[in-house]
């Protein structure tokens, strides 16, 4: 792990970027000698959508397009009293 002042990041930012990409390694910038950030590389996943991971996680328990309620349930389907 590299450690850089913000001054020397902010001097060579996107040197700095295309070394992160292409080492892998983390680089933590400091202020007054303390971290306050960290760069690291984006891990590339073999999937194409996030979503893709809950494939075969999810059950359907009921009919999932008939309405939940009766017509008649509804106060807009029941008859008007005069």
């Known amino acids: 792990m590299k450690n850089l002042n913000a001054t020397d990041f902010k001097a060579g ?14 680089i933590t910038i400091t202020k007054r000698g303390k971290p306050v950030a960290q760069v690291v590389p984006i891990r590339h996943s073999s999937r194409r959508y996030p979503q893709n991971g809950l494939r075969g996680t999810v059950q359907t328990l009921g009919d999932i397009v008939s309405p939940a309620l009766e017509p008649r349930a509804w106060e807009a389907e029941r008859p008007r009293r005069r």
């Open 13 to 26: 930012c996107l040197a700095l970027l295309d070394e992160v990409a292409r080492t892998g390694e983390v």
